[in-house]
Each structure stands twice: as C-alpha cells, then as structure tokens.
C-alpha cells in the first residue's frame, strides 16, 4: 500500500490562543505563523516529516478571524517538497510550499 499523497484537516483556532494579543486590537485575525504552523503539524503528522528547513514560497491571500472554520490542505511533491493551501469558505487564505528534513 503507497504512502498517502494528500491531507485535509478542518481547523479553528480559538480566540484564547496565546498570539492573538495585539493582533490587531479591535479586530483580531489569526497571524500568518499560526497559519504556517497549522500547514506544518498536518504535513509532519500526515507524511511522517522530520523538522521544517525552509518556505520556499508562501503567499497569504485573505485573513482569517479566529474562531473561524478553515480548511487545510497538504499534498506531497514528487519533488519532495510539500504543497499547502488554507482555504475559508472556499476561497484561498494562504498557500505555498514547505520544504522538510531528517
């Protein structure tokens, strides 16, 4: 049986998290590293990943309020990279490649 190529897990992040102080009083939003961190944990747990070496491309699109629902999705590459995209109500929030090693 082959490895799995793709994951999608349906994440919120809750309006306790610890980084959502000063991010932006008034009209909180989820900061980028929560994103990239939910991207990187669901392609670890997914394809049995060892550490992050690098984000060779990522982009953020749209921001995501917390306590919102948001979908993440990781593909493995033939080119060993890791493909992610964090979408909100269908529309795309965050995308880019990760890049792991041993």
């Given at each position: ?7 999608r897990a349906t ?7 610890p ?5 932006f ?5 989820v ?10 944990q669901?392609?670890r747990?997914a394809?049995?990943l060892?550490a992050l070496r690098g ?6 699109v749209?921001?995501?309020?917390p306590?919102t ?13 890791v493909?992610?995209?964090i979408?909100r ?11 792991f090693?041993d």
């Amino acid at each position: 049986m082959s490895a799995p190529r793709e994951a999608r897990a349906t994440l919120r992040v809750p309006a306790e998290h610890p980084a959502l102080p000063g991010h932006f009083p008034g009209q909180p939003l989820v900061p980028g590293v929560v994103l990239l961190e939910c991207a990187v944990q669901l392609a670890r747990e997914a394809f049995a990943l060892g550490a992050l070496r690098g984000v060779p491309l990522l982009k953020f699109v749209a921001p995501i309020a917390p306590e919102t629902d948001f979908d993440c999705v990781v593909a493995a590459r033939d080119d060993g990279r890791v493909s992610f995209c964090i979408e909100r109500d269908g529309q795309i929030a965050a995308q880019g490649s990760l890049r792991f090693g041993d």
